[in-house]
């Protein structure tokens, strides 16, 4: 493997760990309400099965593991994001462990959820419409300012490229 591979799965990993920590601080603390995380499992076992778009994914078919299937998928998606991010600031000479880009690229990634995931699982752009208790704009925002934080952190821990 080539050396900005396990570049990008270090700063992946880490990334996706610091993601993981700080939310479920902010979702402790009360800043956040994001969806469980099965429905979010359940969400990529669907698209496994090329149906993707439901009316409401807590409303479709479950598969046993949910929690199980949303993490490996959860971490492979943090891994990839670190991949496109550390190629993007090679590409123009952008340093990768600088706080600005990091966590720039961490807040653009929100329009994966906003624009895409949200809406496939039934709760509109920007989860406008989903389920009572969440707040899903705003703990996508945060969420993903955390993972933004993770990439400056991971980059930061493996130096200059």
């Known amino acids: 493997m080539s050396i900005l591979t ?3 799965i270090f700063t992946g990993l880490i ?16 800043l956040t309400a994001p ?6 499992g359940r969400w ?9 778009f439901h009316a409401d994914i807590a409303r479709a078919g479950s598969f046993a593991h949910e929690t199980a299937i949303a993490v490996p998928v959860h971490y492979v998606i943090g891994i ?20 600005a880009p990091a966590l720039a690229f961490g807040l653009s990634t929100n329009v994966f959820p906003w624009l895409l995931m949200f809406p496939a699982m039934g709760y509109g752009f920007f989860g406008a419409q989903g389920p009572e208790g969440t707040r899903l704009f705003v703990s996508s925002l945060i969420n993903h300012a955390c993972y933004g934080i993770g990439l400056w952190f991971g980059a930061r821990i493996m130096g200059p490229s």
């Open 6 to 8: 396990w570049r990008s």
């Open 15 to 30: 990334a996706t760990v610091i993601l993981d920590v700080l939310a479920g601080a902010a979702s402790g603390l009360g």
């Open 35 to 40: 969806l469980p995380p099965n429905l979010t």
């Open 44 to 52: 990529f076992a669907w698209v496994a099965r090329a149906r993707p």
């Open 80 to 99: 990839t994001l670190a991949l496109i991010y550390l190629s993007l600031t090679a590409s123009v000479g952008v340093v990768p462990g600088r706080l």
